[in-house]
């Protein structure tokens, strides 16, 4: 007959963080074992293991101040000293990953990640683990990680790039990072970590099952199947739940023990006895074959999801008991104990010692400054060096590389005759490659057959494999590539073959690399320049994925920059104004591409080759925010006149510009009005001090906006334009339907065109 035991009163204690706080203590007061005697400790603590007796201190140093910054949390959290209790209690284990591993593997953690970040800090001398962290809870703007913008795991010394807290969202660049350390060997660029480092990237059993976190298994396995170098250690912290959400029994194992060319490896993270030897093994296996690797580490989560979970109240007090039963720390201090490694007084002293450290760290953090105005809060996001950017555009000191690139002085593209858009954007990229040995182009179909409109054409043919590649047919694993690549200090360029296609991979750049300057203070960086087809108006390939026009999902990304070139020349100066960027400032950048408008020759006949350009030389470029003024129906482009008003101003864009163009001249002929049109070709951020000076000197204003009706680049004009005091001025805005495109003729029913145009203008008279 079984005894039911009553539960103490102390264990219904609702505040799980108190329970487990005690129970570690009743646990090493009650220790009726072995006692301490000086030196009784031998090397080799845990028989079989290589942790010696110093390894295991140090480790079970690190899993205590883990455990006590989460102990304060909760504490000074009320008191709103600090500001996140997301814990790491049950997961200290993680400690082990962190001593077997080198602080200059790049490190993208999961949040429960406050032993391994304890134990990283050890790698190098000076740093205080306790105190960086509390500045960081205490989101103070002395914060060695974020100063103050997010309580994040990060370091720049210690190679631990912080992370949002999208779960999963980091495993594509995690990957990408792993990629680019053995791809810079192909290219000869110099790495900012040793050449056989590998990547540590952390996430919970939950995460694992995420379409991001799948995409990079599946494409970390796609690229050692073809037996390429992707030395990625993937390390899945198994507690067993997401926030309330039970993983289903052994599903982890299950589901990834036998994957091909994921190579699987289990750890007990409750036990450094055990653990130890298996991380160890993990860690050789993927620093020795540079293979992909995923770590099973077993972990436990004690205190609930966050200081904000009270589990009890949607739990069993017995099934709470059972899980704080199995703290890791709890096992570490039997261990010490047992081993002779401290007396229970001593362990009880030192783990006391901890916690006042823990609290004292974090008074003082609550005493130094937090982020007092918005400029402090912006100014790592979009940082923006324009005489720098503009001496690097125009730099061209690079000359005889791009003479072999172009195969010869007679052939250099300014000295040929002027040419549509594709070919100038082909040039400027022959151009970038060879001002840039770390530019990487890559995406689907770009190498060998060179993209779907050719615009990469030849690319693969001069800049090998190594540098054009085709990806495997994923934009998220695309953009994570690029991040990756860009981490390690090199020049992505990665292609998404249609706007359409962008939009499922967009938290990759609005979550993660847009993100990453911002959430590391400006000291980790990810400049890229990421190429998207897109927009309508396309007459050979129909339909809507083909021809969308939806540029608003890049419009609200913060720091991002969005320019969009409607000819050839303005392509060139402006990828190369992008790519300065991305070198001066670390910025992420898109360069928007108008399908329609990559074969157009003409402007107003067939055959009058209006539309074609010449190629600038490298010295030239276009300065951010700067846009392009046609007075008149004429092509060419004249000085503005800026205080010489308009009968009429056009604001557009894109294949708005040779449509706003014809429609002037038929204006200005119909109506007799003098017709100035704007190609604002940056669209973000909107250029809005010009933006209004242009509409200051405008009778009437129409704003031609090939994107959407609701939320389309043309809001943002328009709002400019108002809030810059010109809303009195007669205003219509020609813009595409809310509606996805048709295919064939029908899809100019939804499309803004030339007529439309001149209608909106004769409404105006
Ligand atoms: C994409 C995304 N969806 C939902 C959430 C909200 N969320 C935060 S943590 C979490 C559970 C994660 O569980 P697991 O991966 O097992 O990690 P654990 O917290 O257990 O360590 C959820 C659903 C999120 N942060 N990101
Ligand atoms: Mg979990």
């Keep these: 007959m079984s005894v039911v035991q009553p539960i103490p009163a102390r264990h219904k204690n609702v505040n799980r963080a108190e329970v487990c706080d005690q129970n570690f203590k009743e646990f090493v007061q009650s220790w009726r074992g072995r006692a301490a005697t000086a030196g009784a400790a031998s090397a080799a603590v845990l ?25 304060m949390a909760r504490v000074l959290r009320v008191r709103n000293k600090v500001f996140y209790t997301i814990g790491s209690s049950g997961h200290e284990g993680n400690a082990m990953v962190a001593r077997l591993t080198r602080h200059t593997d790049p490190a993208f953690l999961h949040y429960r990640s406050g032993a391994f970040m304890a134990e990283r800090f050890r790698k190098l001398p000076g740093l205080d683990p306790i105190m960086d962290s509390a500045l960081s809870f205490a989101a103070s703007a002395e914060d060695p990680a974020s100063g103050g913008r997010h309580k994040v795991w990060g370091s720049k010394p210690l190679w631990v790039l912080p992370q949002t807290s999208t779960i999963a969202s980091h495993l594509p660049k995690a990957l990408g990072t792993a990629v680019a350390i053995e791809q810079a060997r192909r290219i000869g660029h110099a790495l900012p970590v040793p050449d056989d480092s590998i990547v540590v990237c952390s996430f919970g059993d939950a995460s694992s099952n995420h379409a991001t976190a799948q995409t990079a298994f599946n494409a970390a396995a796609w690229t050692a199947y073809q037996k390429l170098p992707a030395p990625v250690l993937f390390v ?91 703290d890791p720390l709890l096992r570490s201090a039997a261990i010490a104990l047992e081993a002779g490694l401290y007396a229970p007084e001593s362990l009880l002293a030192r783990y006391e010692d901890f916690r006042q450290r823990c609290f004292a760290a974090a008074e003082e953090a ?83 057959k060179g993209g779907v409109y050719t615009v990469t054409k030849g690319l693969h043919k001069a800049f090998r494999n190594a540098r054009v590649f085709n990806t495997l047919l994923d934009e998220t694993m695309i953009l994570g590539l690029a991040q990756g690549y860009a981490n390690m200090g090199m020049l992505p360029i990665p292609e998404i073959q249609y706007l359409a296609y962008f939009h499922n991979a967009c938290d990759q750049i609005r979550g993660e690399a847009a993100s990453l300057q911002f959430f590391s203070n400006d000291q980790y960086r990810n400049p890229m320049v990421v190429r998207i087809a897109g927009l309508g108006y396309q007459r050979g390939f129909g339909g809507h994925f083909h021809n969308d026009n939806s540029i608003t999902a890049l419009r609200d990304i913060p720091g991002l920059v969005v320019g969009c070139p409607s000819r050839g020349d303005d392509a060139a100066m402006m990828l190369r104004t ?90 200005e002929q119909e109506l007799g009005w003098r017709v100035r049109t704007i190609d604002l070709r940056w669209l973000v951020p909107l250029n809005e001090a010009f933006i209004a000076a242009q509409a200051a000197t405008a009778r009437r204003i129409l704003v031609v906006d090939e994107g959407r009706h609701a939320a389309g680049v043309g809001e943002g004009v328009i709002t400019a334009i108002v809030e810059g005091g010109h809303g009195a001025i007669p205003l219509r805005r020609v813009v595409g339907a809310d509606t996805y495109t048709p295919l064939a003729g029908a899809a100019f029913l939804v499309l803004p065109g030339e007529a439309d145009i001149v209608a909106a203008a004769r409404t105006l008279r």
């Design 236 to 326: 899945c912290e198994d507690n067993g739940i997401g926030i309330s959400v039970k993983t289903p029994n052994d599903w982890v194992r299950a589901n990834f023990e036998s994957r091909r060319d994921l190579d699987y490896f289990f750890a007990d993270g409750l036990d450094l006895a055990s653990g130890y030897e298996q991380v160890a093994r993990a860690v050789h296996h993927v620093r020795t074959t540079r293979r992909p690797t995923f770590l099973h580490l077993r972990t436990t989560r004690i205190m609930g999801h966050a200081g904000t979970d009270f589990e009890i109240e949607w739990r069993s007090i017995e099934e709470l008991m059972a899980v704080e039963a199995t």
């Design 578 to 667: 992008l790519a300065a960027l991305a070198k001066v400032d670390g910025r992420v950048t898109v360069f928007l591409e108008p399908i329609a408008l990559y074969m157009g020759k003409d402007l107003y006949e067939a055959g009058d080759g209006q539309w074609l350009t010449s190629y600038p030389p490298p010295e030239q470029a276009m300065p951010l925010g700067e846009a392009r003024i046609y007075e008149g129906a004429a092509h060419a482009a004249q000085p503005p006149a800026a205080d010489q008003p308009s009968d009429l101003v056009i604001f557009t864009y894109g294949n708005g510009v040779p449509m706003s163009l014809r429609a002037a001249r038929t204006i």
């Design 366 to 448: 609550d005493r130094r400054p937090r982020l007092q105005t918005l400029a402090a809060v912006m100014a790592p996001l979009a940082p923006f060096s324009p005489d720098k950017v503009a001496a690097e555009a125009a730099r061209a000191d690079y000359a005889p590389r791009r003479v072999a690139a172009f195969g010869g002085e007679d052939k250099l593209p300014e000295k040929q005759p002027p040419r549509h858009l594709a070919i100038q954007i082909n040039n400027a990229l022959h151009d970038l490659f060879a001002k840039y040995p770390e530019t990487l182009l890559f995406g689907e179909d770009v190498a060998q």
């Design 47 to 71: 028989p079989g293991s290589r942790c010696s007796a110093q390894d295991f201190l140090e480790l079970f140093d690190s899993q205590l101040i883990s455990r006590h910054l989460d102990l």
